[in-house]
């Protein structure tokens, strides 16, 4: 059973950074593809970004293209998201995703679906972690 805990959000104000943590616990053997997805009020979840296990590769939204970074640390199995330049409109609950394990590479097809249209579906869920962009 995989589990996440997401930390770092909090109260920026515009033009400022945070980095965002996933904790995750209870990998095995296998691919995953991990994402991070945030719900804004009122509006349907969004892909924010992916990495894929197999090949390390990133994707983003082209709303967070330039400005957000993801990268993993698997010593700590901890995948990051570090977010600069924030705008008001990235105010939302931001959640850790994982999909997987599998064996083939499922997880680079999750990791691109994510930032398509509609949102594949992942097995686990963080709890999420609130990050409100406001002077």
């Known amino acids: 059973q995989v589990q996440l805990v997401e930390s770092g959000g909090g109260l920026v104000q515009p033009g400022g950074s945070l980095r965002l943590s996933c904790a995750a616990s209870g990998f095995t053997r296998g691919n995953y593809a991990i994402g991070w997805i945030r719900q804004a009020p009122g509006k349907e979840r969004e892909g924010v970004s992916c990495?894929?296990?197999?090949?390390?590769?990133?994707h983003y939204a082209d709303s967070v293209k330039g400005r957000f970074t993801i990268s993993r640390d698997n010593a700590k199995n901890t995948v990051y998201l570090q977010m600069n330049s924030l705008k008001p409109e990235d105010t939302a609950v931001y959640y850790c995703?994982?999909?997987?394990?599998?064996?083939?590479?499922?997880?680079?097809?999750?990791?691109?679906?994510?930032?398509?249209?509609?949102?594949?579906?992942?097995?686990?869920w963080g709890q999420g972690t609130q990050v409100t962009v406001s002077s």
């Open positions: 990495i894929s296990s197999s090949d390390g590769s990133t």
């Open positions: 995703a994982v999909r997987g394990p599998s064996a083939d590479l499922m997880d680079q097809r999750v990791c691109r679906i994510t930032l398509g249209p509609v949102l594949p579906e992942y097995d686990y």
